[in-house]
């Protein structure tokens, strides 16, 4: 789907996604799915208001996840 957007999870790499990682991750999501690389003003509240969204259920997301056979850091 997106090319750009790249796995945040140990072991594709080696430590916990950064917030801006993760953000900069949700920000091509929302760009892909409405088409639009930055949005008019009048849109702007609401692809905003996606990205933090997806933000946000991306930490969830990478929070809960359990990789097995990964190294686990303390």
């Known amino acids: 789907m997106c090319r750009s957007i790249r796995t945040l999870r140990p072991p594709a790499i080696p430590e916990e996604a950064t917030e801006e990682e993760i953000r900069a991750a949700a920000l091509q999501f929302v760009r892909k799915v409405s088409g639009f690389r930055a949005p008019a003003a009048h849109n702007q509240e609401v692809f905003d208001r996606a990205v933090d969204e997806i933000t946000e259920a991306t ?6 996840l359990e990789v097995r056979g990964a190294v686990r850091t303390p």
Do not use: A, K
């Open 59 to 64: 930490v969830g997301l990478l929070d809960g």
